[in-house]
């Protein structure tokens, strides 16, 4: 079992920064890449950002390119997402999931790549 739990959530104001942090306990041997999915009211979850076993490889949404990063320490089993220049756009529930197994060079991008999956924490940016 994996269990994952997101912290860093908040309100900001438009053009603030955010950061989050996705902690993973359990079987965390298990879990290579690491991801993070947002989903706005009355929208599909979509993908963000993602990296690779080793975070040598990152992977973002256009929409978030250049603004956020993605980034993690493995020996404290965390994955963080550093939110930056934040738009309204960008409030959402943001979700930290993994995938069970991969390579080193894995970043997923599709949410059925992900086989665990955090709680989500809200992120609200004013306007």
């Known amino acids: 079992q994996v269990q994952l739990v997101e912290s860093g959530g908040g309100l900001v104001q438009a053009g603030g920064s955010l950061s989050l942090s996705c902690a993973a306990s359990?079987?965390?041997?298990?879990?290579?890449?690491g991801g993070w999915f947002r989903q706005a009211p009355g929208k599909e979850r979509e993908f963000v950002a993602a990296?690779?076993?080793?975070?040598?490889?990152?992977s973002y949404a256009d929409s978030v390119k250049g603004r956020f990063t993605i980034s993690r320490d493995n020996s404290k089993n965390t994955v963080n997402l550093q939110m930056n220049s934040l738009k309204p756009g960008d409030t959402a529930v943001y979700y930290c999931?993994?995938?069970?197994?991969?390579?080193?060079?894995?970043?997923?991008?599709?949410?059925?790549?992900?086989?665990?999956w955090g709680q989500g924490t809200q992120v609200t940016v004013s306007s």
């Open positions: 999931a993994a995938p069970q197994g991969g390579s080193d060079y894995y970043t997923p991008r599709k949410i059925n790549e992900y086989d665990y």
């Open positions: 990296i690779s076993r080793r975070g040598g490889f990152t």
């Open positions: 359990g079987r965390t041997f298990s879990i290579y890449a």
